[in-house]
């Protein structure tokens, strides 16, 4: 199911409540606000920005009793980020898939290979 950004605030503030050393937020693209919404997703983004972390500076230290948030639809590919956090070797780093839309991260065969300039018909 998609979440609208408008549903975020909600969202962050029960993140909040459960227990955790740490709540990591990792979130795709947010689509163009519109009408006045504008500030509203500035001051999303400002705090989001403060508690969000790159994988790759968060992977290797995450320990029991971190919670992280990854929100995106399919087509973002952010599977790919929980994937990493899971273990898996990600060398897949395309921003636009030509794998097939439906295609999770986790059945493509260039998840692990990476793309290298290749494409696959699935």
């Not at 295609?103 to 699935?122: A, F, N």
Request: proline residues 6%; contains cysteine.
């Amino acid at each position: 199911m998609h979440v609208r950004p408008r549903d975020l605030p909600a969202i962050l503030r029960v993140l909040a409540e459960i227990p955790a050393r740490r709540r990591i937020v990792v979130l795709a693209d947010v689509s163009e606000a519109r009408g006045g919404q504008g500030p509203t997703y500035r001051r999303l983004g400002e705090r989001i920005a403060r508690v969000l972390a790159a994988v790759d500076l968060v992977k290797g230290d995450l320990l029991p009793g971190d919670v992280v948030l990854i929100k995106g639809r399919m087509s973002q590919r952010l599977e790919r980020v929980a994937l990493a956090l899971q273990g898996r070797e990600v060398r897949c780093d395309i921003a636009a898939c030509d794998a097939g839309a439906w295609t999770p991260c986790h059945r493509c065969p260039m998840l692990e290979r990476g793309w290298d300039g290749s494409r696959v018909g699935l």
